[in-house]
């Protein structure tokens, strides 16, 4: 049946190559929204590993720029700052931190583990009231705290699961030494504690490895943060901003500070991924909706070019339900072989580095999700001129000889 | 001969409704999506108001700045010791203007939070970009020299803090510090990096004077020159002033990068090369888009192409006839194409309507604070001249076949 099928195929070779073509490029247009979408879903549908409700950013400009001289001076406004605002009634408790959550700006690292692989992680550098702030969940051992102070030995950091498992395997890593051997005046990093996989960048951004550094703001070789985090009562409204800003300003007279709630600034980031998403998501749909009125029209055609053969057939003794077959059957060859090319090209990606982002889960089950999507669309398009071919009479069709 | 083509293909058109709604969604979907894509390139790199003297124009929008090994980096913007010290007086350049990348900052106002963005420059900068002044104008190097605590506002911002009231010898205020407002202009969309900004303040009312030691910082420099012809020189001069660059300690920081070129050059540069190579990057860049173009105009192309190829069996009588009696391969490749140009035509009117309603859509849409994204002349053209080479991409290949057609085997049907 289906050799027979391919010949027929064979037989109107022109006009379906063009229609295997025009598979193709649907497959890789459809293929190219859907691996997008279906990396942003995994990720959006893994643990964020903080909450952001009723938490405010204060980005800090201290305009600091290359110039070193008054740090500590600088250092000892923060750890005023913070204290003022812990004062304030409506504030919870209050954080330093170099990159807030949703913010712009990266400060990321790269090393060769011990199998060869690159791995690439995020840093950042926090006060100890972080943990409460954000809400951040440890698996083991602690987040920092005031044991470490005056530890000048060694740096402490905390480090997220996805870290753990790539530096140490199975291995606990509690009182490792996470530091590049390569550096030559390195100083021993050592993770204190494990948290939850935490991604700055928000629910759509990838899962990543994280390092946090303590902040120490009596220490000179720490980082002047670039924000505080407060987490403010839930009844806290605007109102209270600008009085916060006011007591800031007076605290630190040449500094800038810009107010904003992490969920203002999610939503900020939602809408950066989302609205790109969308474009081409809309633009994908219409062109399959084109493709798909242009299949439909030439089977049409061919259906209406085949009435001879058809009424044959039917007069020969086929069934309605063969004729509708043969239809639908011929429609499938053309769509595999189209797909096969345009599964063959896809599968080529990953080796070229292209499309690097997305693991082989992902990309399994976007290649799985546009095949299932161009059969969908074909035997929509079939439907209707099948439908068209059963209701050939044979008397009619054989009337044409 | 022409007008009866054109009436057969009227009648080819109404006789098969599907189709010719088939074809004319296609033409018209595949120019909207054209016609946005040019009109938003337009808007963020085309000439218009402000930036009237575009043509004439370089900038330097990032510097980067190395270790000796070369292993640390620092990316910024310019710091604005270095540009007064080290890039005055470039030969070939009649203006320069130093302005800050636009930052935001928040005004309470009646009790309101307003943010707004802000950009702090010199008096050159107006001199350069060519503002719409609604009210006042512009502040002066004096102002600049003198820290007047002046500021020129944008129309929206006029609104957010007076309604429809003048603004001008009014106070406002902006990230803790009270200005003067001496002019107000008309919006300039967001997308124009260059001049974009809500408020307009001299660069001396800065919060500390720190910027005046900084050779990286968030700076931007202009450079006005005298004709387009010196660009070349410019750039070059630019990379020789580079290198002269003291540092304070050459064991922590000792080697500077950095181009002045136009905003286009900038957006490929950073999609294609890296701060550090003074390379043009434009070719790639372009190749790139028209890439992308091609291969998104492929598959309606080639589903117009089928369905032509399709439809040619339906009026091999025709041909037949026509052929029998003595037309020509070319006659009938003529006619075809004149149709298919005819239906291109028609999908075009609809396109172009239909873009002006996307494009509306999209400028009410608020997404791109104060874009005006309009069909203007210059991208009707493209769009036009796009339109007929699909119509020949899509009607060529079915002509030909259809015109090799035997007269015979045509008749039969």
């Given at each position: 049946?289906?050799?027979?099928?391919c010949?027929?195929?064979?037989?109107?070779?022109?006009?379906?190559?063009?229609?295997?073509?025009?598979?193709?490029?649907?497959?890789?247009?459809l293929?190219?929204?859907?691996v997008?979408?279906?990396?942003?879903?995994?990720?959006?549908l893994?643990?964020?590993?903080?909450?952001?409700?009723?938490?405010?950013s204060?980005?800090?400009d201290?305009?600091?720029?290359?110039?070193?001289?008054?740090?500590?001076?600088?250092?000892?406004?923060?750890?005023?700052?913070?204290?003022?605002?812990?004062?304030?009634?409506?504030?919870?408790?209050?954080?330093?931190?170099?990159a807030?959550?949703?913010?712009r700006g990266?400060?990321?690292?790269?090393?060769?583990?011990?199998?060869?692989?690159?791995?690439?992680?995020?840093?950042?550098?926090?006060?100890?009231?972080?943990k409460?702030?954000?809400?951040?969940?440890?698996?083991?051992?602690?987040?920092?705290?005031?044991?470490?102070d005056?530890?000048?030995?060694?740096?402490?950091?905390?480090?997220n699961?996805?870290?753990?498992?790539?530096?140490?395997?199975?291995?606990?890593?509690?009182?490792?030494?996470?530091?590049d051997?390569?550096?030559?005046?390195?100083?021993?990093?050592?993770?204190v504690?494990?948290?939850?996989?935490?991604?700055?960048?928000?629910?759509?951004?990838?899962?990543?490895?994280?390092?946090?550094?303590?902040a120490?703001?009596?220490?000179q070789?720490?980082?002047?943060?670039?924000?505080?985090?407060?987490?403010?009562?839930?009844?806290t409204?605007?109102?209270?901003?600008e009085?916060?800003?006011?007591?800031?300003?007076?605290?630190?007279?040449?500094?800038?500070?810009?107010?904003?709630?992490?969920?203002?600034?999610?939503?900020?980031?939602?809408?950066?991924?989302?609205?790109?998403?969308?474009?081409?998501?809309?633009?994908a749909?219409?062109?399959?909706?084109?493709?798909?009125?242009?299949?439909?029209g030439?089977?049409?055609?061919?259906v209406?070019q085949r009435?001879?053969?058809?009424g044959?057939?039917?007069?020969?003794?086929?069934?309605?339900?063969?004729?509708?077959?043969?239809?639908?059957?011929?429609?499938?060859?053309?769509?595999?072989?189209?797909?096969?090319?345009?599964?063959?090209?896809?599968?080529?990606?990953?080796?070229?580095?292209?499309?690097?982002?997305?693991?082989?889960?992902?990309?399994?089950?976007?290649?799985?999700?546009?095949?299932?999507?161009?059969?969908?669309?074909?035997?929509?398009?079939?439907?209707?001129?099948?439908?068209?071919?059963?209701?050939v009479?044979?008397?009619?069709?054989?009337?044409?000889? | 001969?022409?007008?009866?083509?054109?009436?057969?293909?009227?009648?080819?058109?109404?006789?098969?409704?599907?189709?010719?709604f088939?074809?004319?969604?296609?033409?018209?979907?595949?120019?909207?999506?054209?016609?946005?894509?040019?009109?938003?390139?337009?808007?963020?790199?085309?000439?218009?108001?402000?930036?009237?003297?575009q043509?004439?124009?370089?900038?330097?929008?990032?510097?980067?700045?190395?270790?000796?090994d070369?292993?640390?980096?620092?990316?910024?913007?310019?710091?604005?010791?270095?540009?007064?010290?080290?890039?005055?007086?470039?030969?070939?350049?009649?203006?320069?203007?130093?302005?800050?990348?636009?930052?935001p900052?928040f005004?309470?106002?009646?009790?309101?939070?307003?943010?707004?963005?802000?950009?702090?420059?010199?008096?050159?900068?107006?001199q350069?970009?060519?503002?719409?002044?609604?009210?006042?104008?512009?502040?002066?190097?004096?102002?600049?020299?003198?820290?007047?605590?002046?500021?020129?506002?944008?129309?929206?911002?006029?609104k957010?803090?007076?309604?429809?009231?003048?603004?001008?010898?009014k106070?406002?205020?902006?990230?803790?510090?009270?200005?003067?407002?001496?002019?107000?202009?008309a919006?300039v969309?967001?997308?124009?990096?260059?001049?974009?900004?809500d408020?307009w303040?001299?660069?001396?009312t800065?919060?500390?004077?720190n910027?005046?030691?900084?050779?990286?910082?968030?700076?931007?420099?202009?450079?006005l020159?005298?004709s387009?012809?010196?660009?070349?020189?410019?750039?070059?001069?630019?990379?020789?002033?580079?290198?002269?660059?003291?540092?304070?300690?050459?064991?922590?920081?000792?080697?500077?990068?950095?181009v002045?070129?136009?905003?286009f050059e900038?957006?490929?540069r950073s999609?294609?090369?890296?701060q550090?190579n003074?390379?043009?990057?434009?070719?790639k860049?372009?190749?790139?888009?028209?890439?992308a173009m091609?291969?998104?105009?492929l598959?309606?192309?080639?589903?117009?192409?089928?369905?032509?190829?399709?439809?040619?069996?339906?009026?091999?009588?025709?041909?037949?006839?026509?052929?029998a009696?003595g037309?020509?391969?070319?006659?009938?490749v003529?006619?075809?194409v004149v149709e298919?140009?005819?239906?291109?035509?028609?999908?075009?009117?609809?396109?172009?309507?239909?873009?002006?309603?996307?494009l509306q859509?999209?400028?009410?849409?608020?997404?791109?604070?104060?874009?005006?994204?309009?069909?203007?002349?210059?991208?009707?053209?493209?769009?036009?001249?796009?339109?007929?080479?699909?119509?020949?991409?899509?009607?060529?290949?079915?002509?030909?076949?259809?015109?090799r057609?035997?007269?015979?085997?045509?008749?039969?049907?």
């Amino acid at each position: 049946m289906i050799k027979h099928l391919c010949k027929l195929v064979w037989n109107r070779k022109r006009i379906n190559f063009l229609i295997t073509i025009e598979i193709f490029f649907s497959f890789l247009v459809l293929f190219s929204v859907i691996v997008f979408a279906v990396y942003y879903l995994n990720n959006y549908l893994y643990p964020l590993g903080f909450n952001y409700e009723n938490i405010w950013s204060i980005q800090v400009d201290t305009r600091s720029g290359s110039d070193e001289k008054d740090k500590l001076q600088r250092l000892a406004k923060t750890n005023q700052i913070i204290s003022a605002l812990r004062e304030f009634g409506e504030v919870e408790s209050a954080a330093a931190v170099w990159a807030a959550p949703f913010s712009r700006g990266d400060w990321t690292s790269g090393r060769k583990l011990k199998d060869g692989r690159d791995f690439d992680y995020s840093n950042n550098e926090a006060s100890d009231e972080l943990k409460e702030v954000l809400g951040l969940n440890v698996v083991r051992g602690r987040w920092f705290s005031k044991e470490d102070d005056g530890v000048t030995n060694y740096k402490p950091v905390v480090i997220n699961q996805m870290m753990a498992r790539a530096f140490f395997g199975d291995e606990d890593p509690i009182g490792k030494d996470i530091s590049d051997p390569d550096d030559k005046e390195r100083k021993e990093a050592r993770v204190v504690g494990v948290i939850d996989d935490f991604r700055k960048n928000g629910e759509f951004s990838e899962i990543r490895g994280y390092v946090f550094n303590r902040a120490d703001f009596t220490n000179q070789q720490s980082f002047l943060p670039r924000f505080f985090l407060i987490k403010v009562r839930p009844e806290t409204t605007a109102v209270f901003e600008e009085k916060l800003l006011a007591r800031l300003q007076a605290e630190a007279r040449d500094w800038s500070f810009t107010i904003k709630t992490l969920v203002d600034m999610r939503a900020n980031v939602f809408q950066e991924y989302l609205v790109p998403m969308t474009a081409f998501a809309l633009v994908a749909g219409f062109l399959l909706i084109m493709v798909g009125l242009g299949l439909t029209g030439v089977l049409w055609l061919t259906v209406t070019q085949r009435t001879k053969e058809i009424g044959l057939r039917r007069a020969k003794g086929a069934t309605k339900r063969r004729i509708y077959h043969q239809i639908l059957g011929e429609m499938f060859i053309i769509t595999s072989l189209g797909l096969l090319a345009g599964v063959l090209v896809v599968v080529q990606f990953p080796l070229l580095n292209f499309l690097g982002f997305a693991d082989s889960k992902v990309y399994t089950l976007s290649i799985i999700i546009s095949l299932v999507l161009i059969y969908l669309l074909t035997a929509l398009c079939g439907l209707y001129p099948s439908r068209l071919a059963t209701k050939v009479q044979p008397a009619e069709a054989l009337h044409y000889e | 001969m022409l007008k009866n083509y054109i009436k057969i293909a009227f009648k080819v058109f109404l006789r098969r409704k599907f189709f010719t709604f088939i074809s004319l969604f296609a033409i018209s979907f595949t120019l909207v999506v054209l016609m946005v894509a040019v009109a938003f390139l337009d808007h963020t790199f085309g000439k218009q108001p402000p930036e009237n003297k575009q043509d004439r124009t370089l900038c330097v929008f990032h510097m980067v700045m190395k270790t000796p090994d070369g292993g640390g980096t620092w990316s910024s913007g310019g710091g604005y010791k270095f540009f007064d010290r080290y890039a005055r007086n470039l030969n070939g350049v009649e203006k320069m203007s130093l302005c800050t990348e636009t930052e935001p900052v928040f005004s309470y106002h009646n009790g309101e939070k307003i943010q707004s963005y802000l950009k702090r420059t010199d008096g050159e900068f107006w001199q350069i970009l060519e503002f719409t002044f609604l009210e006042g104008a512009p502040f002066t190097s004096d102002d600049e020299k003198n820290v007047n605590f002046v500021a020129v506002i944008n129309d929206a911002t006029r609104k957010k803090f007076f309604g429809d009231e003048s603004a001008a010898g009014k106070t406002i205020e902006a990230d803790g510090q009270r200005f003067r407002v001496v002019g107000v202009v008309a919006n300039v969309p967001y997308l124009r990096r260059t001049p974009f900004a809500d408020i307009w303040v001299p660069i001396s009312t800065m919060k500390t004077n720190n910027y005046r030691g900084e050779l990286m910082g968030n700076f931007n420099a202009l450079f006005l020159a005298r004709s387009r012809s010196d660009f070349l020189a410019i750039k070059d001069e630019f990379q020789v002033r580079l290198k002269q660059v003291e540092f304070p300690d050459p064991r922590e920081w000792n080697q500077m990068y950095g181009v002045a070129e136009t905003y286009f050059e900038n957006t490929s540069r950073s999609a294609f090369g890296r701060q550090e190579n003074y390379q043009s990057q434009n070719a790639k860049f372009l190749a790139a888009l028209i890439g992308a173009m091609i291969l998104f105009m492929l598959l309606p192309t080639i589903n117009l192409i089928n369905i032509n190829v399709s439809r040619i069996m339906e009026r091999a009588s025709e041909i037949g006839v026509r052929k029998a009696f003595g037309a020509s391969s070319w006659t009938l490749v003529w006619q075809f194409v004149v149709e298919n140009v005819l239906l291109t035509l028609i999908g075009g009117a609809i396109g172009f309507a239909l873009s002006r309603f996307v494009l509306q859509a999209i400028t009410k849409s608020g997404f791109f604070p104060y874009a005006e994204f309009h069909l203007n002349y210059r991208v009707f053209l493209y769009g036009l001249a796009l339109a007929i080479f699909f119509g020949l991409m899509s009607g060529v290949y079915p002509a030909w076949k259809m015109s090799r057609l035997h007269p015979v085997q045509a008749l039969k049907g």
